[in-house]
């Protein structure tokens, strides 16, 4: 059974850091992208940033560019994202997903598995 869990979500201030984690487990992800996404109350799940299990390449929504890193540890088989000059309007429930890489990239409907999310709340 795959499960992804996410950790690390909390209450900061703005210009603050947060720091959350996905662990996965249930499967091989070798062959697989891990996205994170979030929404925000009454706004509908968008992307945030995705790295490939294998090679490392990432991706980032232009919203967070510059200031969130996304990382894994092979060996821990768990996914970072590390929030950096975080904004009030980087508030929102933060999802944790895994799809195949051949398919996968931007749109939460080619991710397979999901979190069950962890909530971040940024006060100004």
């Known amino acids: 059974q795959v499960q992804l869990v996410e950790s690390g979500g909390g209450l900061v201030q703005a210009g603050g850091s947060l720091r959350l984690s996905c662990a996965a487990s249930?499967?091989?992800?070798?062959?697989?992208?891990m996205g994170w996404f979030r929404q925000a109350p009454g706004k509908e799940r968008e992307f945030v940033t995705s790295i490939r299990w294998s090679g490392g390449s990432t991706y980032y929504a232009d919203s967070v560019k510059g200031r969130f890193t996304i990382s894994r540890d092979y060996a821990k088989s768990t996914v970072y994202l590390q929030m950096n000059a975080m904004r009030p309007e980087d508030t929102a429930v933060y999802y944790c997903a895994a799809g195949l890489a051949t398919i996968a990239h931007t749109n939460s409907h080619d991710y397979d598995y999901w979190g069950q999310g962890t909530q971040v709340t940024v006060s100004s």
């Open positions: 249930g499967r091989t992800f070798t062959s697989y992208i």
